[in-house]
């Protein structure tokens, strides 16, 4: 049951066997949205790359990538008159750059395969009965075998997915991670003179939270931060908390200073790669004038600068609500699902796919290509019994 690309692919395998049960009108609605309605579909990365860039998670997705991996799911579309490209960061679009081509084409090949899709279909309950499921749709009750539970997440509930996948593997006897929000911006508490800065991206920054280290591109909002380096960790991150960034990873400043003493402060700090009007919202957050001289620069205002630049602070505020986070981090634990082939642990003839699992991926099209893959090894072991 659902209509997303967990769902999709599932159907993709299962063929006639299977029929999906789909709340909204249509298919796909959080697709509809992604990549800001362009569909970061899948990344180019080699197959050991890719897995890499799961993280945590990579053990565990592994057998659902190999048995449908980024190379499958393009080829696919390219197959079916959705062609496709890769960006030079490997992020993968449908060459339209329209969102509406991905689901397009996978709904009617799934239609094509035989699937029937129920729209307007909200499965309002799931029951145990006998060795299967009973699913109350409306005033309908209708007899499943197996159960493909792939309604997604908690995140964006407006586009149908509103945690019912967590309700009912609850019911079933699975633990749910309670969901908080992933792929989020955040807000900074005292962010002036930062707001200056909305719209400025930092390629290749450095995060620190806490011990650990991150790297990515980091973009400058009106209230916080966003960008790939915040969001693919906002999961890690609480309000209240202090993260750090580097500005100036090598620890130039001192070196700058001695070697230009006739420059002013505000093109040393240019000299750093950074964006003049960060440099001086910088320096009036610092309460350093812009103009100083390298060469009368004062002895605390050389400390205070090289401290921020090598670790400034920034406290969180708050992280961006899960009404409007891309994705949730939380939901079915991934030790009482089976990786092979995605069933229940406990409830047999269950199976989980897509964002209902609790993984969190990356920004880069990770997420829509592991929903595919999981809900495409989901149908595979359900038709085989495994
Ligand atoms: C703004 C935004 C941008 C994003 N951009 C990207 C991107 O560029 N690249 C990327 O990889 N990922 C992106 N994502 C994440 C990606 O869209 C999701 O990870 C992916 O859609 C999850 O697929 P899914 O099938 O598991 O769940 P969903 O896509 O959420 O699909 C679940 C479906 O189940 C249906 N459903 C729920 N409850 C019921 C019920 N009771 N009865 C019947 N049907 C039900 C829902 O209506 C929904 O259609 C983005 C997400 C958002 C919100």
Redesign the pocket.
Known sequence: ???????LGAALACGKAAQI????AF?????L???SGQ???ANALTKAEFLSALGEFRTWLKPAFYAFDNAAFMQLLEENSCPVFARDDGKVFPQSMKSADVRDTLVNLVQKRGTKINYS????DISPQGTGFLLKVGNATIQAEKLIL????A??PE????G??YRIAQKLGHQVLAPVPA?ASIRIRDYPPFDTCAGISLPQSTLIIGKDRFSGDLLFTHQGLSGPLILDNSRRMQPGQTIRLVFDGQDRLFDLLQSYPKKQIVSILQMLALPKSLCEAILLKLQIPKDALAAHFKAAHRKNLRAFLTGAEFIIRDIESLASA??DFGGIQLNEVVAKSMQSRFTPGLYF????LAYSLP?G?????M?VST?YLAALSALNDI
């Open positions: 049951m659902g209509g997303g690309p967990a769902a049960f789909e709340r909204n298919c796909g609605k959080k697709l949205l992604s990549g569909c970061n579909f279909s909200k499965v309002q792939a309604s997604g997440g995140a964006w586009t149908g997915s509103d019912f996948s792929l891309m994705s796919a897509g964002e209902s920004t099209g990770f997420s829509i290509q929903a809900g």
